[in-house]
């Protein structure tokens, strides 16, 4: 997670995993340990590459030495809407989540209209008397049912973001940026797919970037996302060979409807039936990497489907 950025409900406010790397120890492919470090002035382009670049390009890594950040209480919200304010949602909080305080991250949720409602899931980690008036401005779209607020210690509210573990099912996600609002005709786009949706546990996920994750230079380190306004992710989930099919395709469809808004891909969301990858996970930082690939890993040593070329012949 921390190779390709690292992107969670801290970020606005801390920046993404990888901002707050200091150090990693690495296995190159000569099997030498390098020691990669944010202070010093040996492998800078290593260590630039390992924000961002993505998992299995430049060695194994075995220690991630991290700044931490002092956090105790946080408070969580949801907010619930009738499916049918859908668009009148989804237009608000994407002009609000981005913007807001950077102390808050409100991600939505928006399933087959079977759910009956959309949900968004905040945290803030400022005074939770703070949070109400925070809300506000998404509470006016629609008809919101009230808040559900909660105050619990930082790392309950993790376990509780996280849910139970999940086995057996499998599943297809695939990942956007939006760097602008989308328009109304994308908005469409959007719930007519989910309206066709195969089925039930099929659904679209909205994380709001900005703030800190926006204050870093897209160049420098090798995550390049960093002026979009938030992550869609576009995801089913099945559990029975039969809706494979039918549940890959919704997903490439609805990306492919929707690639005419959105920009590029998340690496960690990595989709093995990206066309064009390279560019898409990586923009303008692709042909640094690909130099950083071939100085370090130059025969490819750290090789798969979507690894980094190396440049070389
Ligand atoms: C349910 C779910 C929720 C998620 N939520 C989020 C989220 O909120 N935010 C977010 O940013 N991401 C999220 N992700 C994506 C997550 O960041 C990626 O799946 C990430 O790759 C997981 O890391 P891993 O260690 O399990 O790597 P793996 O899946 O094991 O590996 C990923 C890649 O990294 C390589 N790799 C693994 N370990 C190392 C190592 N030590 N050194 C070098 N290369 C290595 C592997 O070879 C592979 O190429 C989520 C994924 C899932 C499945």
């Known amino acids: 997670m921390t190779l390709g950025?690292?992107?969670?409900?801290?970020?606005?406010?801390?920046?993404?995993?990888?901002?707050?790397?200091?150090?990693?120890d690495l296995v190159d492919a000569d099997g030498d340990v390098l020691q990669v470090r944010a202070s010093e002035q040996e492998h800078p382009d290593l260590f630039w590459?390992?924000?961002?670049?993505?998992?299995?390009?430049?060695?194994?890594?075995?220690?991630?030495?991290?700044r931490v950040q002092p956090i105790g209480d946080v408070a969580i919200c949801t907010v619930t809407w009738p499916w049918d304010d859908v668009a009148e949602v989804l237009d608000t909080w994407q002009r609000w989540a981005p913007f807001v305080d950077e102390r808050l991250c409100v991600a939505l949720a928006v399933a087959h209209p079977s759910a009956g409602t959309i949900s968004a899931t905040g945290l803030f980690t400022g005074p939770v008397t703070e949070l109400?008036?925070?809300?506000?401005?998404?509470?006016?779209?629609?008809?919101?049912?009230?808040p559900v607020i909660q105050s619990l210690p930082f790392l309950t509210a993790a376990e509780q973001f996280a849910g139970p573990p999940v086995s057996s099912v499998r599943f297809k996600n695939s990942s956007a940026l939006a760097y602008e609002p989308l328009p109304a005709g994308a908005i469409t786009t959007l719930i007519d797919h989910l309206r066709a949706a195969p089925f039930a546990s099929n659904l679209v996920g909205f994380f709001p970037l900005g703030g800190a994750i926006a204050a870093i230079d897209p160049a420098a380190t090798a995550f390049p996302h960093r002026r979009a306004l938030f992550d869609l992710q576009y995801q089913a989930y099945w559990w029975d060979d039969a809706a494979e099919?039918?549940?890959?395709?919704w997903v490439r469809d609805l990306r492919a409807a929707m690639a005419p808004h959105t920009t590029g891909a998340y690496v960690n969301y990595i989709d093995a039936d990206l066309p064009d990858w390279g560019t898409a996970y990586y923009d303008g930082n692709l042909r640094r990497l690909v130099q950083v690939k071939a100085q370090y890993d130059p025969e490819s040593v750290f090789d798969g489907p979507q690894s980094i070329p190396s440049g070389s012949p």
């Open 49 to 66: 590459a390992l924000r961002g670049g993505g998992g299995g390009n430049f060695g194994v890594a075995t220690t991630f030495t991290f």
């Open 132 to 146: 109400s008036p925070l809300l506000e401005p998404l509470l006016h779209a629609g008809m919101p049912g009230a």
């Open 245 to 249: 099919a039918a549940s890959l395709s």
């Open 5 to 24: 950025g690292g992107i969670g409900f801290l970020s606005r406010q801390y920046g993404l995993t990888c901002d707050n790397l200091l150090a990693v």
